[in-house]
């Protein structure tokens, strides 16, 4: 049972990987994104030599910015989609600490 809630938590957070890389990905040098809301829904077992997460921004925002990501397992060369989910990203500013 362990090992399942493991993978769970890998997907969990490649999923919310991507869509913050992705939301970062509009964001001038100097900041960053923080996930501030995720819903994830698994659709299908994780069987595969690998996983593959890819994000995108649905709709960017000056205070949040929205996310779709995609888990797929490839097998045999054959993608499936694993788990896809939602993400509210907020953009925020870096600081060094003196």
Do not use: C, W
């Amino acid at each position: 049972m362990i090992s399942f809630l493991a993978l769970d938590i890998g997907i969990v957070a490649m999923a919310d990987n991507a869509g913050g890389a992705a939301a970062a990905s509009l964001l001038p040098v100097g900041q960053a994104v923080v996930t501030a809301e995720y819903r994830i829904s698994f659709l299908a077992p994780a069987a595969g030599q690998k996983l593959i997460a890819r994000g995108t921004v649905l709709e960017p925002g000056r205070s949040l910015i929205h996310t779709r990501s995609d888990v797929i397992a490839v097998a045999d060369g054959r993608e499936t989609l694993v788990a896809t989910g939602l993400g509210s990203m907020v953009p925020f500013a870096m600081t060094r600490r003196t």
